[in-house]
């Protein structure tokens, strides 16, 4: 039995190119290939040296994950996302101030001081009067 040697396999000279192609526009790596087709690391520099107009063997080719003005990008995004969100709170806020001093006016009572001493700010008030729980 042949074990440990490998089937000898002939890749087209059109798939190569499709393969190259691929890995110039950044749609796989060249872990990815070696995967999918169950090549060597060296098979695929080969044949980009022999089928890429844009690859050369003296150039290290560094590719990043996502580089710092992307993540700028994405952190500016989230930025005018939170900001939107806290101006509907405020707004949420204001509406449920101003709907509070009109019903107290039309009921004749100050409904604000039968509920706490100062207004509504929008978050989470955790201590209690009364010393309750």
Known sequence: MNQGRREKRIFSDVL???I???LELGKVTVAQVCRDYSV?????YN??????SSYDK???IVVEGKSESFRSKELEKENKELQAALGRKQLEVEFL???IERVGKELGVDIKKKLSTTPL??????TRKGGGK
């Open 40 to 44: 060597s690391h060296q098979s695929v």
């Open 20 to 22: 190259i192609k691929d």
């Open 97 to 99: 101030n101003k709907l």
């Open 47 to 52: 044949w980009l040296e022999k089928y890429s």
């Open 121 to 126: 700010t929008g978050s989470v008030n955790t």
């Open 58 to 60: 003296q150039v290290r």
């Open 16 to 18: 190569k190119r499709k």
